[in-house]
């Protein structure tokens, strides 16, 4: 039997030795690597923090200390497979983000384990902090631990929780797990400071000194290493001191130390164990370790569909079709062609929204066409409002989900100073496997609210090229949405050839019996009920509306004034997204509402399934958007008389 399989609580590791828990490491990377190349998922991240997580869950009673019990938060949260299969779920990581199996992050639905569902980068030193001041309050006397990596310690609520966590008078540990990598490649001077610390000439002196004393000292010596610390790093005689900057903060540093020696992470996590104040341990890690074609390709590696592997290469399961982020990456680069102003912005997600092709296709022009800031969202909308001011025009891709991060920064410094900036939001509705942490279901809410701001989201690949040349046409912010899916190629037989306008909608297809009003990629399941229902009988116009904001008052007027029932469709949460913004439309010009009805993403979480699954589940799809259109006559023609129904069915 293999070694995981007999492992149903990290209590049961402490029964093994240091080779079996050495062979438990490479079964933890064979079962990650199985089920990221079926399921898709992270895999490079993952990979690098096998022997840690085991040392943490060796060392810690994580779920189990009678005062506790310990706490173990991640950030972020997709370097937690290993966790998961060593806290009871390792017979369900074959189905790795399948419906009613594991996610692929924290959920504390599925385990005690796992403090918080999270997905952001960032968090956990404040909540680590949190729940350490919520611990102290009550009396307990446990370990706090915060596992932070891929870079998320350069996002700016990662330093505000380092800047408080140096007041804490108690136990914390942050085990700084530094793989040299963000998602893609490392960005900005802290990054660069870490790689100035990895190739110094003391990082070996601090290897080999860590390496001595995890073998040297007796176990439980409590505060001898620490002190064994102080003395070796004041000791060092002409050499900046690595943990300065900690230090000013009031945090104990040690390391770096290596985070693939699993004899002597866990001596040094027992020794630690016990300092009472906050300490950040630095260790060194290898994205992709154990994993030959991971380590080379840690950044196509890091969140890949699903795989196989030909002889030395990986080859990606790509479905048929185009994708939106594909899609956009063409049209950006262009117009970026044309028009010298446009400079394409992210946030550490190069591959995840199209614009690592754009970089290359920029590839050493000066200045810069591209900039990656890494993960600081909240950064870079504020950096992109200073570009604005200078008189370019940047395209942030920011994930819809993501957005969020830089709510005050769309505001106080794009929309407030009426600069330009666009902004594209992959990954917008349901995501699918990735589930409720990734799904992006408020950009329009927030976004609505900006005196001003135009909203769009393109219903076809052509509609997204116009969208993107008319918002940078703009004076003034913009923003367009579009998922996680491919774009249609079918489906689109009415009046497409209609020229993109600020604030008009187009006519997909021509009908008497009621109105479908979708906003955005949405439109091919409305136009497949459409003909669903034309089998029925019925005659359904759908519309596509382009534009959140601002709307086509003439054509809601039209509609609305007809009398039959018009269903609005998007894949956006139902309440303040574009349903709402027709429904106070209609209010505010005294026009009927009793025949118009909102679908939208429902006001619960939904939990990781594919994306046509989703959309399935919350009547998003085809078959449900036509259910609902069905129900809205039957219910109309009760209205109108006892014969009507009948009649519109003729």
Partial sequence: MALLDSIHTPDDLKKLSIDQLE??????????????????????????????????????????????????????????????MLTGRAAQFARLRKKDSVSGFPSPEESPYDLFAVGHAGTAISTAVGVARGDLHNGRKNHVVSVVGDASIVNGLAFEGLNNAGTLPRQLLIVLNDNGMSISKPQGAFSQYLERVRVSTTYEEFKRFSERIVRNLPSSLGHTIEHAWDAFCGGLKGAMFHGQMFEALGIKYMGPIDGHDLPGL???????????????????????????????????????????????????????????????????????????????????????????????????????????TGICESHLVAMAAGMAKTGLRPVAAIYSTFIQRAFDQVWQEVVLNNLPVMFALDRAGYVGDDGAVHHGFLDQAFFRTMPGMVLMA?????????????????????????????????????????????????????????????????????????????????????????????????????????????????????????????????????????????????????????????????????????????????ASASLAGPDAFAKSRR
């Fill in 458 to 634: 393109p219903s076809d690949e052509a509609e997204l090229n116009a969208m993107l040349r008319l918002g940078l046409s703009l004076d003034v912010a913009c923003a367009v949405r579009y998922p996680r899916d491919n774009v249609p190629t079918e489906h689109f037989d009415a009046d497409t050839s209609a020229s993109l306008e600020l604030g008009k909608s187009r006519t997909l297809r021509a009908g008497d019996d009621a109105t479908i009003l979708v906003y955005g990629a949405l439109a091919v399941n409305a136009l497949l009920a459409a003909e669903q229902l034309a089998s029925e009988g019925m005659d359904i116009e759908v519309i596509d509306a382009r534009f959140c904001k601002p709307l086509d008052g003439a054509m809601l007027r039209r509609v609305l004034q007809a009398g039959r029932p018009v269903l609005t469709v998007e894949d956006h949460h139902h309440i303040n997204g574009f349903g709402t913004a027709v429904a106070e439309f209609a209010v505010a010009n005294k026009l009927p509402t009793e025949r118009l009805e909102i679908l939208g993403m429902p006001d619960s979480l939904l939990p990781h399934m594919t994306r046509p699954q989703q959309l399935e589940a919350t009547g998003l799809d085809a078959p449900g958007i036509a259910a609902r259109v069905r129900a809205m006559m039957a």
């Fill in 266 to 372: 866990i001596n040094f996590l027992a020794e630690i164990k016990h300092v009472d104040r906050p300490v950040l341990l630095h260790v060194k890690t290898v994205k992709g370790q154990g994993y030959e074609i991971a380590a080379q390709e840690p950044t196509m590696l890091h969140s890949p569909s699903p795989f196989t592997i030909n002889g030395c290469r990986v080859e990606l399961n790509k479905g048929a079709g185009k994708s939106w982020t594909t899609a956009f990456a063409d049209a950006m680069i262009a117009i970026a062609k044309d028009d010298t102003r446009v400079v394409a912005l992210t946030a550490a997600m190069p591959d995840g929204t199209g614009l690592s092709k754009f970089e290359k296709a920029f590839e050493g022009v000066t200045p810069p066409r591209y900039i990656d």
């Fill in 23 to 84: 062979a438990l490491a490479g079964e933890l990377r064979d079962r990650i690597v199985t089920a990221v190349s079926t399921n898709g998922g992270h895999l490079a991240s993952n990979l690098g923090v096998v022997e840690l997580t085991i040392a943490l869950h060796t060392i810690y009673d994580f779920g189990a200390h009678p005062d506790g019990p310990d706490r173990l938060l991640f950030d972020v949260g997709h370097q937690c497979y290993a966790h998961k």
